[in-house]
């Protein structure tokens, strides 16, 4: 953005400011690092708001504001599979710990605040009185980075089920059933929670077609792609080599399965942007010249 700025040739004839409400909506997800072939996710965000844009020039602008919204992205892992090893059984064996928790699933559902700071590039468009007969279609790309400050953030967790299994290196063997040393299939667990104030800078990226659609009216109608920066939510998560035992799944927290998880928006953006065209004198010259000759009369 400061590079822009320092580049950008600011001409006498700048373009009117703008002010503007705005919706949109659409499907958010998040992207795992290092890939996970066995994880999904999915679910919807949508916001609102109002936004200021100052125009440095004809095509350049400074786009900011504040709204509110909110998003609701479900995450499915089908197994997290850990080893742990150094066990000594009743007969004082050694023996290596596998266990999987089989299905684990963790529901967000956050309300924020939202607040844009954007560079706007747009073609030029004439804000002219007589609109009807200007170009009534432009272009607009918009990139910068909106801050997310997430009011409530609640989440769910969920195993379905846990497996254990001992490996006993020195015969060779595994025992994949035995209650007295916790092997088997239990039942999982459940959790609810909410997580502490937490701030979400996200990359903003969005284009599309700004119309002109009154004396004073534009009318943006735009796709858009937000990309978190990082897990505002991975100081609250616990590895998943703790949940070793059924007995451990009663205190069930988020899980830390990825090295990076960042949230991903996708979707549509409405904005109906006011500006006021300044009405100038029409004729200014006439009225010099007829002063001028009342003086000469005189």
């Keep these: 953005m400061l590079l822009v700025l320092s580049n950008l040739h600011i001409s006498a004839q700048k373009a009117l400011p703008e002010f503007s409400i705005y919706g949109g909506g ?3 997800f998040f992207a795992y690092q290092p890939y996970l072939h066995n994880a999904s996710s999915g679910g919807f965000s949508g916001d609102a708001g109002v936004g200021y844009t100052f125009f440095l020039s004809q ?4 786009h900011t504001g504040a709204g509110f919204g909110l998003y609701n992205v479900k995450a499915r892992v089908d197994y997290l599979k850990t080893i742990t090893p150094g066990y000594i059984d009743c007969d004082g064996y050694l023996y290596d710990l596998h266990t999987t928790l089989n299905n684990y699933n963790e529901i967000h559902k956050s309300i924020f605040m ?3 700071l954007m560079i706007q590039f747009q073609t030029k468009q004439k804000q002219s009185l007589n609109w009807k007969k200007d170009d009534k279609v432009g272009f607009y790309v918009m990139g910068g ?3 997310l400050f997430l009011l409530s953030n609640k989440y769910t967790s969920q195993v379905t089920s846990l ?8 015969f060779d063997n595994w025992i994949t059933t035995l209650a007295p040393l916790g092997l088997g299939t239990f039942d ?10 937490g701030v979400l ?3 903003a990226f969005e284009t599309g077609v700004k119309w002109r659609v009154g004396k004073g009216l534009y009318l943006y109608t735009g796709a858009y792609f937000d990309c978190g920066l990082y897990d505002p939510n991975k100081d609250s998560r616990m590895p998943y080599s703790n949940y070793t035992a059924p007995e451990h799944l009663t205190d069930l927290t988020l899980l830390a399965f990825a090295d990076r998880i960042n949230l991903m928006t996708v979707g549509i953006k409405l904005r109906l942007a006011f500006f006021q065209i300044q009405k100038m004198d029409s004729c200014p010259y006439s009225q010099k010249h007829r002063s001028d000759k009342r003086k000469i009369k005189k």
């Design 26 to 28: 659409g499907f958010s």
């Design 59 to 62: 095509q350049w602008g400074i």
């Design 114 to 116: 939202s607040i844009p």
């Design 145 to 147: 980075v909106r801050a």
């Design 163 to 170: 497996s254990n299994m001992a490996y006993y290196p020195e």
């Design 188 to 197: 999982g667990k459940s959790s609810e929670g909410t997580l502490k104030f």
């Design 201 to 203: 800078a996200m990359f």
